[in-house]
Every structure is written in C-alpha cells, then in structure tokens.
C-alpha cells in the first residue's frame, strides 16, 4: 500500500513518471505538466523544482539556494519545504 | 472584448466504437460510423496543428481509443510535439504487450473507468460480460509496467452504494488518482437520467465519503469529486468557459468546444479537413457563439461570478430550456432553477432501473423518447 511522502532535509526530491516540467512558449512560462493537472510555476517554484532532479537532497537544494540567491537558510528551508510538501502531496512529486 | 486564449488541452475522440454501452456515455446519441473516421495521418496533422496552437495536453478518448490500431503512432507523434498524452480506456481491449508499446511510445497516463466495485454491478451498467475482471488485469498490468493509473468512477443511484468499496478499490489498485464523478445530463444521460438521477440524500453522503476519504489519504491518493449540476446552487465552469481552453475533436473531425456540443442543434460545427484548426479556435461560428461574456444574457451580464463561471454549461441552458444562450439552470438566478430541482427530486425517487444502452441502434431510435424541456 502507499504511504503519504513526508519532506525532510534528507528526501531526495524529483518528479515522477507522468510529472513534466517543460517551458510553454505560446505563453511564455513554466509548468508542471500532471494527470487532468497543470501547475504555473513563478519564478521561486521554478528555481526550486529545477532542482530536484532525484540526486539532490532537499538540505542540498537549500544550501544552493540560499549561497545563489543570499538569503538565510533558515528562511529558504522553510519555504522550500511547505512546497515540496505541498507538491508531495498532489502526487506531483516523489522523494 | 473578448478576450482570446490560446487551448490548453484537446480531447481526440478517435472512434465512437466501443465494446462498453454505458447509459451515461458522454457521446452523442447519433454516433459516428467507423468509415467516418480520421485517417492516421490526418490525426497527425491535427496533432502538429494543436502543438502549434499552444496545446499542452492531449486526451486520446472515444468511443474506445484502444479500438484503433493506430493509437502508439498517434501517442508517438503527440510526444514529439512535446504534448503531455494521456489515454481514457475501458481497459477490455487492452493485453500487457500493447501498454508496453504505449508506454514506449511515450504514454505518460492512463485513466481507466470502472462502472462499479464489483463485477456485477460493473459489468450489467456497461452491458459488457466479463468487463470487471478484464480491467482489474489491466489495472495490475499498467502498475507493472510502471505507468501512472488513475481510475475513472462516474457514479448515480444505482452504483453509489458502493462508493466506498470503489474508493477502497481503487486503492487496493494503487491509483495514484481517482476521479468521482456524478452523471452530468447530456446526451446518453439526458436519455437515462430517470434511472441515473441520484437522491439528495445519496448525494450528501457521497460527498462525506469522499471528504473523509481526502482527509485519509492525503498524499496517497488524490480525489477529484465532480457534482451532479441539478442538485448545485452554482453551475459549474463547464470546460472553463466556452472556447477558452479546450477543444474537443470527433471521430469525423469536427471541432467541438466541449464533447457534449452536439447537442445543440443550433450550432454547425467545422471540421479540421475543411479548415486549419487555428482558424476554427479562433473564427468559427460555433466558437464564437458562446466565447467570453459577450453574449451573456441578464442576470449573467451583470453577475459577479460571470468570469467565474462563464455563465456555466450551455449544453444543459439548450437541454432544459430549448435555447442555449439561456442562463444555465443549475445557477439559482435561473427562471427554472427550482423546477430543475424538483425534476431531481421527482426522479431520483422512481424505482426504474432499466437502460437504454448505447448503441448506434439505440441512438437512432432515441429522438422520441429524450425528455422535454422545463420550459
């Protein structure tokens, strides 16, 4: 049976088969492609899910992004989290 | 002004042909025959055309999709362009060796309807013996070969007896999705809603069953609840507003803004052998006719939710008031909204259980015997 993903530090995020991030050019903007699903992603969501390739941890992805965009990391984990969460919890992630 | 968007999804009805004959099948009563049908290569064109419009998404449908041969080339074509493709089936055509092949073609999804938890059930509402137990095959098989399943469970009084043994199905066949939705009224419906129509009472415990089971399995198993419009206070945004996200294509290659158009047999409907699809998005008649909120009748107009809603569903306004440009009866600020109700409640309380299958038979004989409008 399945079990609820929960996101900590150490997941290891990525998308799964039937997930796409690709770029929509007659819209000019990023998306997550999903099942009857289709997630706009602003420029912070994008920075994030970029990065999660299936290799990177979410303390790994934190640590890029707060050396990137020089911002605390304390801050960033807490975003980063509730949006992997989020997202984990749509089916539109798996770590 | 109305504002024109560029489609996000298509719906390519490939055939009308089906082994299933739900009573409630979203195709119109006057199916279309197989020598009708789109060639391979037009549906490539149409494909490319769709990419080029700004189309993301692409639903292969029928009919039973899995009937055409063709189905890897045009899922094969479809992620070429880059389109996220997904497949509606009934899952009884379907062996291990062809989803392989649809996956390695570039399949990313795969709905597949249940009409009932069980073989019974299942098999007596879609007419097909046997039914129940070839798409739990199918089911094992899509998880084998590591696509993503979402069950599709249209659900009305004869079948809601069973919504939690369907929710508990669908787990156990680990779907990563579900959708629950109750019978909209066009078309087959519309010919069966007396046997169909849900009580009042099965419809708010079916709406606890689904809320709790959200709340259960929040992060295992996403549930989508569609409810039935003659009970609602609001009508929904059907298709997201008339021409404004979605196209659907028939058999034959007319463009329909929504798989129940149809219906309206008001509207002429372009084809995508007569004209390019870009120009039919954005000049046809039947496009236009109901595009953005110009065409909006009072208290529409000058209603706060009309770029909410898009003035609901104009296959139900033609349905049950004979014009399609009337205010959606589901919305409360209808003339008949309340008399649509009653209907509801009238027929949900019949103890008629017999169908009128869907057969190209069935819908030719149909016409006399599809319920009048309200007013």
């Known amino acids: 049976m399945t079990e609820r993903t929960t996101i ?20 000019d903007q990023w998306v997550i492609l999903a099942p009857e699903r289709l997630f706009v992603l602003d420029s912070i969501a994008l920075e994030i899910v970029k990065r999660c390739d299936g290799k990177a941890s979410v303390g790994e992805i934190v640590n890029d992004l ?27 992630l798996a770590a | ?54 189309v993301l998404q692409i639903h292969f449908s029928g009919g039973e999709p899995t009937a055409r041969r063709d189905l890897e080339d045009l899922v094969a074509a479809s992620a070429a362009e880059g389109l996220y493709t997904n497949l509606i089936t009934a899952g009884v055509l379907l062996s291990k060796e062809r989803l392989a092949a649809l996956a390695e073609a570039g399949l990313d999804h795969l709905q597949l309807s249940f009409q ?117 206070r609001r009508p929904k945004s059907c298709m997201g507003g008339w021409g404004r996200q979605f196209l659907n294509i028939s058999p034959a290659g007319k463009v329909l803004p929504c798989h129940a158009a149809e219906s309206i047999t008001s509207l002429t409907f372009d084809r995508v052998t007569d004209r390019s699809l870009r120009d039919i998005w954005e000049n046809s008649e039947a496009f236009k006719a109901y595009r953005g909120t110009d065409w ?37 600020k209808s003339p008949v909204h309340e008399a649509m109700q009653a209907l509801a409640t009238a027929e949900s309380a019949k103890d008629e259980t017999a169908f009128h299958y869907r057969t190209r038979k069935a819908g030719e004989a149909a016409a006399e015997k599809v319920p009048e409008p309200l007013a």
């Open chain 2, 116 to 232: 009932d938890s069980e073989a019974a059930g299942c098999d007596r509402i879609g007419n097909y013996k046997g039914g129940f137990e070839k798409k739990l095959d199918c089911a094992r098989w899509v998880k084998e070969i590591g696509l993503p399943l979402t069950l599709n469970m249209v659900v009305h009084r004869q079948n809601l007896e069973h919504l939690e043994e369907m929710l508990a199905l669908a787990e156990k066949l680990e779907a990563q999705r579900v959708e629950i939705a109750h019978v909209q009224y066009y078309g087959w419906a519309y010919l069966n809603r007396a046997s169909l129509m849900p009580t009042r009472a099965q419809l708010e415990r079916a709406t606890e069953i689904v809320e709790a089971a959200r709340a259960r399995l929040k992060g295992v198993m996403v549930i989508d609840y569609v409810v039935p419009d003659y009970y609602a």
């Open chain 2, 296 to 332: 909006m009748p009072e208290p529409c107009r000058s209603c706060e939710r009309k770029e909410i809603d898009w003035g609901g569903c104009r296959c139900q306004a033609f349905a049950l008031t004979g014009e399609a440009g009337n205010v959606d009866p589901a919305c409360g």
């Open chain 2, 1 to 54: 002004m109305t504002e024109l968007n560029f489609p996000l999804a298509i719906l390519a009805e490939l055939t009308h042909r089906c082994p299933l004959q739900c009573p409630y099948c979203s195709n119109p009563l006057a199916l279309e025959a197989s020598s009708a049908e789109l060639s391979t290569g037009q549906w490539k064109a149409v494909i490319k055309e769709a990419a080029e419009l700004g």
């Open chain 1, 8 to 27: 900590t530090e150490d997941s290891v995020p990525g998308l799964p088969v039937g997930v796409k991030l690709r770029f929509d050019k007659q819209r």
């Open chain 1, 66 to 92: 707060a050396g990137t965009f020089e911002a605390p990391r304390d801050v960033i984990l807490k975003d980063v989290g509730a949006l992997l969460q989020d997202l984990a919890d749509k089916r539109i």
